[in-house]
T-cell receptor, first 115, second 114 residues
Framework: GAGVSQSPSNKVTEKGKDVELRCDPISGHTALYWYRQSLGQGLEFLIYFQGNSAPDKSGLPSDRFSAERTGGSVSTLTIQRTQQEDSAVYLC?????????????FGEGSRLTVL | GNSVTQMEGPVTLSEEAFLTINCTYTATGYPSLFWYVQYPGEGLQLLLKATKADDKGSNKGFEATYRKETTSFHLEKGSVQVSDSAVYFCALSSYSSGNTPLVFGKGTRLSVIA
């Protein structure tokens, strides 16, 4: 596609349920990033993929969070046993290379609400 | 570690007013600096960037100069429009840390009124 695509755009779930958020990056982009945007907290880095490997998982807030990327393309962020504090907008971004000057292209995000 | 501090909002301006959003950073090595903008209902998009000291990034009438001596990258626009209403994020990427993801400030919400 022309841009980074994320789904679902909105997800409402009950506390304790598992959720999966999907990101389809721009074709050919090797680097993929997940961020979380909470009200008043700015953007919090979660995890980064170069190809299918994740050299930096330091931002995952707990072991309930995991992510994978297959075929160097689509990535899935999974949150198990969701808690109310997981409510946020989850943003995915990709870029062509890992060079630090490369622009990150963001999707529109997946808004997660945990009741 | 790397960090970005930007002025807290919200900022409310009248149309055609001058805009400054302050941004300072702490980083190891020689970071690249960015301003991203998030318009209502849209994803973040790059507004401008600067990759070395004294570089000036500019786009859509916005400017920011990479000041190494003051570790700053303030965003300015001479005459804002209603369509500039958005949330603005300052960010850095530090080459010395390898494939470090962008580190963002908390964002500054700008509202421009006619």
């Amino acid at each position: 596609g022309a841009g980074v695509s994320q789904s679902p755009s909105n997800k409402v779930t009950e506390k304790g349920k598992d959720v999966e958020l999907r990101c389809d990056p721009i074709s050919g982009h090797t680097a993929l990033y997940w961020y979380r945007q909470s009200l008043g907290q700015g953007l919090e880095f979660l995890i980064y993929f170069q190809g299918n490997s994740a050299p930096d998982k330091s931002g995952l807030p707990s072991d309930r969070f995991s992510a994978e990327r297959t075929g160097g393309s689509v990535s899935t962020l999974t949150i198990q046993r969701t808690q109310q504090e997981d409510s946020a907008v989850y943003l995915c971004a990709s870029r062509y290379s890992s060079a630090n000057t490369g622009e990150l292209f963001f999707g529109e995000g997946s808004r997660l609400t945990v009741l | 570690g790397n960090s970005v501090t930007q002025m807290e909002g919200p900022v409310t301006l009248s149309e055609e007013a001058f805009l400054t959003i302050n941004c300072t950073y702490t980083a190891t090595g020689y970071p690249s600096l960015f301003w991203y903008v998030q318009y209502p209902g849209e994803g973040l998009q790059l507004l401008l960037k600067a990759t070395k000291a004294d570089d000036k990034g500019s786009n859509k009438g916005f400017e920011a100069t990479y000041r190494k001596e003051t570790t700053s990258f303030h965003l300015e626009k001479g005459s804002v429009q209603v369509s500039d209403s958005a949330v603005y994020f300052c960010a850095l990427s530090s080459y010395s840390s390898g494939n470090t993801p962008l580190v963002f400030g908390k964002g500054t919400r700008l509202s421009v009124i006619a």
